[in-house]
């Protein structure tokens, strides 16, 4: 296995859109191996690589990592994004697992069978349910635990940004998470990845949800 990072997806966010910003900020470099076709997710199958027969998968320090929340927390503690001490690891922890559940929402925009409800339903998720707690927390801190910069603080960008490519006008009434993401922005890695050229993915189109469905056998809408 070779030294370098390998992350095994497809061409497109879905659930390995989280650990492409955190390996940035991290500032490892990483390659990609896309899965376009049925063979190559059903190479990964024979070969072992998938532990429950599911991606993301990511080759790091001679493993083969498998569940998007355990990779993301293995690249948080190696690379000082997870905190100082329990407290704050579960602090960051609560606020991740929040922003990846509303995120999971998003993702699944292209897959269900009412997209508009969807819709809808993350907009009102968003303003009443997330962002009012972020807002909260960003009063006074630069970040949201501990004084320094974690994976959440990734997350809570990610998120946002995110939420204002469906509602540009979404943080009108969240002025601390505003100034937030400007700060955030800023951090060099960031701003180098969201220029155009980087390794962060579109929003998804039709030949991501295709290749998703084709690859796994998937019929519309899902569960
Ligand atoms: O978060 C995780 O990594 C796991 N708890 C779930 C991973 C997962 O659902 N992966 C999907 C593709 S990514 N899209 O949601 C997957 O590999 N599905 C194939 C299957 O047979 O379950």
Redesign the pocket.
């Known amino acids: 296995m070779s030294g370098k990072v390998i992350l095994h997806y497809f061409n497109g966010r879905?659930?390995m859109e989280s650990i492409r910003w955190l390996l940035t900020v991290a500032g490892v470099e990483f390659d990609e191996q896309y899965i376009t076709t049925r063979e190559q997710y059903e190479k990964l199958l024979s070969d072992g690589s998938l532990m429950f027969?599911?991606?993301?998968m990511v080759e790091i320090d001679d493993m083969k990592l498998?569940?998007?929340?355990a990779i993301f927390k293995y690249i948080a503690e190696k690379y000082n994004l997870h905190g100082k001490d329990l407290k704050d690891r579960v602090m960051i922890d609560m606020y991740s697992e929040g922003l990846m559940d509303h995120m999971e929402m998003i993702?699944k925009l292209p897959f269900v069978s009412d997209p508009k409800s969807q819709l809808d339903s993350i907009q009102s998720k968003a303003k009443e349910r997330y962002l009012p707690v972020f807002e909260k927390a960003l009063g006074a801190p630069v970040y949201l635990v501990g004084g320094k910069l974690s994976c959440a603080d990734v997350l809570l960008l990610e998120c946002t940004l995110m939420l204002e490519e469906k509602f540009p006008a979404i943080l009108a009434d969240f002025p601390n998470i505003k100034s937030f993401q400007g700060r955030m922005t800023q951090i060099p890695s960031i701003a180098k990845f969201l220029q155009p050229g980087s390794k962060r993915k579109p929003q998804p189109d039709e030949v991501y949800s295709k290749t998703?469905m084709e690859v796994?056998k998937f019929t519309l809408p899902l569960p």
């Open positions: 879905g659930k027969q599911q991606v993301p498998i569940q998007t929340k993702m998703v796994f």
